[in-house]
């Protein structure tokens, strides 16, 4: 196969990693695959009512997965998001695989402490890698990325100073989501096609099958002008499984997403198969790493495994 094609199967793969009856229209051509949404589309009308949602929930004498019993599925895990990113601290790392035709080893991590932000992903194979920290300074403040490279799968270099700086509102228009929002799919009762809710004992998890189109809408954005795509591209599944504990701590996500992109200059489309566990600690205390540190991802990770 063609070095340059591979390079651009696997930089698809990476993209990933930075979540029916609908009237939203689907280009599709013999090669390149296109996707548009209608003039005048706005994600906003899709997207969850949280102010809504959380005078519902403040309202209630039992604030536990009981007590929110009548809610949706989608409601409930807003309500989750919004308690687990109010929290002074807290972090999470993700792991997993990009599959197309060889697999990307997939880390990442966020980290909260009171008003600055951080986020990282990696992603690397034999072939190609890709390593990337944002840094937001405050709510409202500025944000700079860093651009490295992976020695292996879960050691990266970086610079010491920001390869590039942005504004929130820059840096939403260009990477979909900012770093105090968190949770980049759109999750609500307009772009969930089905969903289950099961108990046992203090843990609940909750399967969410989302609109591919719908949910994915910043995800593209941020995939697009990640990886210099022609276009957005489309998901063809997107199915989300999150674990909370009695009191809607969020503990854990598995992602299961498909989608397929194409580059300008090379007409072949990559498809990539995304599987990725998050795990989540609200509360707790994780330091951000300097330029020079690296994220113990293995240690991390095996703390799940206990």
């Known amino acids: 196969m063609n070095n340059l094609l591979l390079t651009y199967i696997l930089t698809i793969g990476i993209c990933g990693v930075a979540g029916g009856g609908t009237g939203i229209v689907l280009k599709r051509t013999v090669g390149p ?16 009512k949280l102010e809504s949602i959380m005078e519902k929930y403040n309202k209630l004498s039992e604030k536990t997965i009981s007590g929110v019993r009548s809610f949706s599925d989608s409601d409930v895990i807003n309500i989750c998001f919004e308690k687990y990113r109010t929290q002074e601290y807290c972090w999470s790392i993700g792991a997993g695989n990009a599959n197309t035709i060889v697999t990307q080893t997939i880390r990442n991590a966020q980290i909260k402490r009171g008003s600055e932000y951080f986020e990282e992903q990696l992603s690397y194979s034999s072939v190609v ?20 490279g992976c020695i292996d ?5 970086y610079p010491a100073t920001p390869s590039k ?17 968190m949770f980049i799919y759109i999750i609500s009762e307009k772009t969930v096609l089905d969903s289950s809710r099961l108990t046992k004992g203090d843990v609940t ?70 599987i990725i566990n998050y795990y989540y600690y609200a509360g707790e205390q994780m330091d951000i790493p300097s330029y ?12 799940e495994e206990v």
């Open 292 to 303: 020079n540190e690296n994220i113990n991802y293995s240690a991390l990770l095996a703390l």
């Open 153 to 157: 799968p879960e050691t990266a270099t």
């Open 33 to 48: 695959i296109d996707e548009h949404y209608p003039p005048g589309f706005d994600p906003k009308e899709f997207s969850p």
């Open 165 to 181: 700086s942005f504004t929130k509102d820059e840096y939403k228009k260009y990477l979909g989501k900012t770093l105090d929002e």
């Open 205 to 274: 998890t909750i399967k969410l099958n989302l609109n591919p189109n719908l949910s994915t809408f910043y995800y593209k954005t941020q995939m697009q002008n990640i990886s210099g795509l022609s276009n957005l591209p489309p998901f063809s599944e997107v199915k989300l499984e999150y674990t909370v504990d009695s009191n809607l701590n969020l503990k854990h996500l598995l992602v299961d997403e498909t989608y397929t992109a194409t580059k300008e200059g090379i007409p072949v489309p990559a498809k990539t198969h995304n």
């Open 129 to 148: 890698d890709l390593a990337k920290r944002s840094l937001q300074h405050g709510v409202d403040g500025d944000l700079e990325t860093f651009d490295g």
